[in-house]
């Protein structure tokens, strides 16, 4: 028997492998041992994909892989490898878009039957223990599959021939050239995108209702550039309409990834690191255009939750918490009124039950309720008391399972999120805690000049960093460099900055890129898509991270950026075009590109704070902003204070206005006149 014929996921890196670590499947992770193993036993593989905090792969997991005769099943027919999605994109994103081919709808748990070469012949998602709604049963399914196999293998190897070729096709490139970029397709997008707006209820589209993050911050920048007050009413519908529903933890801050119903009411309880991170940003932003209390308060408490239940030992941040709590979806954060009047006593519960529309109909499962706060306290000393004592409460019960993965892409997030905000918002704090993370990913993560995508525990994986891995980090590190005025932070972002045009660049196709490096692991296609999701493509961040580089940069680098960025704007232009909602950061990077970008240097010396403040809160989103002493960073090179002041110098493209040391004076060149 062959040395892999037994579970070999209890060294791995991820947590949601080690999960299945103890499952009587012979789990192996993906690799060349495991194919090699599937060629010589002439099987197909199982290729099940995942993630930590997916409810229904635990439903998957408990119902069929601890089941000892549906893993005795898979081990005789087929060679059995679990993958967790968020550690290996680039799988997922082949046999996602395999699974998308075949059924029409992706998701996870998915479920893949490949050929020993790894091409997909069968794929779908959760399959339950008895047939329903059509569906097989999970172990007909694999006698079905184990049968075809035997007796039909040609039909087998024609479909998965035929299904890669059609992969290989999908995966071209955006052409570029289409259109043009400028206002007037800034516009349209925007208009495009505020058609499938819920002017009611917030949000886009109907339920399942995800966070807009990104576009959230493309609408906003879209709104500092036209002064249309109908995108700024949208994006703060739908901020309020958020903040104040279930998907936000009205206790303990922090999002979870999306809404069951159209009103925000009840969400899928899972919280994301990368959903909080882009959150953050929105919201910060917000605030400081609009002094939104609300914003602000959002963004401080969305930094509290990172900080407080997510942030590692190292300083970086975990990828994610539970959906579940001891299998239970929702345990730890849904409430009765008789529990709220056990914490809070009679006047405090009542009070608490109405302010937190909790009934005894309840809104969520069982009679219980998700907290909301359709408006704000008229008490707020004494709405503090009672939060601060359900809090703590709550932190009594069971807790949601947390994924200590850190992923370079979702931490580079958090690190630009907290280093805007705490710059935008007066928070140094902020600011320290995404350098801190910075210092550990670039410590950890780079290993001999290469990033790799994720650790545990201070232990790097195996997995190769991909496209959004080091755009993501870039974007984090400028973002640093502008709020500390560190060089260092710029140096390191130029790095990963070339590292990506060496190896992700597409040399035929300027402009396009590829999804994982030209001398990574070749799978059966190599994967590029451009489209934003729940997170930024890493093409668009790709060209935020140029955009803001060029900018910054000195003068050779600054060229050779600034022509990237353009080339890669130019095909994200077409995505604008023709599917604005699935664009929405290549929208808030286009809006920038556009207006310039706009570049603030703060020439300065110890005694003008006060300028650097106020040119860090009134610039829009996407411009650049550094400060410090004259000639000290490429953008103050030749910008002196003047009459022995500090001085703010104002660009957009190649035109500048006269330098200014008045903050009033500032905030009118910015656009924005003083509230």
Known sequence: MSALARNTLGGATSPYLRQHA??????????????????????????????????????????????????????????????????????????????????GQGGWPMTCFLTPSAEPFYCGTYYPTVPRGGMPSFTQLLEAIADTWRGRRGEVEEASAAITAQLTANAAGVPGGQVVLDANLLDAAIVAALRDEDQDRGGFGAAPKFPPSALMEGLLRGYERSGDARVLAAVERTAEAMARGGIYDQLGGGFARYSVDADWVVPHFEKMLYDNAQLLRAYAHLGRRTGSALAIRVAEETVEFLLRDLRTESGCFASALDADTDGIEGLTYAWTPDELLSVLGFEDGVWAAGLLAVSSAGTFEAGTSVLQLPADPEDPARWDSVRSRLFEARSGRPQPGRDDKVVTAWNGLVVTALAEAGAGLGRPEWVEAAAHCARTLLGEHLVDGRLRRASLGGVVGDAAAVLDDHSAM??????????????????????????????????????????????????????????????????????????????????????????????????????????????????????????????????????????????????????????????????????????????????????????????????????????
């Open 22 to 103: 103890d499952n009587p499947v012979h789990w192996q992770q993906w690799g060349q041992e495991a194919l090699e193993w599937a060629r010589e036993r002439d099987v197909p593989i199982l290729l099940s994909v995942g993630y930590s905090a997916c409810h229904w792969c635990h439903v998957m997991a408990h119902e069929s892989f601890e089941d000892e005769a549906t893993a005795a099943l898979m081990n005789e027919n087929f060679v059995c490898i679990k993958v967790d999605r968020e550690e290996r994109p680039d799988l997922d994103a082949v046999y996602m878009n395999a699974t998308v081919a075949m059924t």
């Open 474 to 675: 870039a974007v984090g590190l400028l973002a640093l460099h502008q709020a500390t005025g560190d060089l260092e932070w710029l140096t390191r972002a130029e790095e990963l900055i070339d590292l990506a045009i060496d190896h992700f660049a597409d040399p035929d196709e300027p402009g396009s890129w590829f999804d994982t490096a030209d001398d990574a692991e070749a799978l059966i296609t190599r994967p590029r898509d451009p489209f934003d999701g729940a997170t930024p493509s890493g093409a668009s961040t790709m060209a935020e991270a140029l955009l803001a580089a060029a900018a910054l940069a000195g003068p050779e680098r600054s060229a050779r950026y600034a022509a990237a960025a353009a080339d890669s704007l130019d095909r994200g232009a077409l995505l604008l075009a023709r599917a604005a909602r699935s664009a929405g950061h290549w929208l808030a990077v286009a809006e920038a590109s556009v207006r310039g970008p706009i570049q603030v240097a703060v020439s300065m010396t110890g005694d003008g704070a006060d300028l650097l403040d106020a040119a860090r809160r009134e610039a829009p989103g996407g411009a650049v902003v550094i400060g410090g002493a004259p000639d000290t960073s490429p953008l103050l090179v030749d910008r002196p204070l003047v009459d022995g002041e500090p001085a703010a110098y104002v660009c957009r493209g190649f035109v500048c206005d006269r330098p200014v040391s008045d903050a009033e004076e500032l905030r009118g060149l910015l656009g924005f006149p003083a509230p």
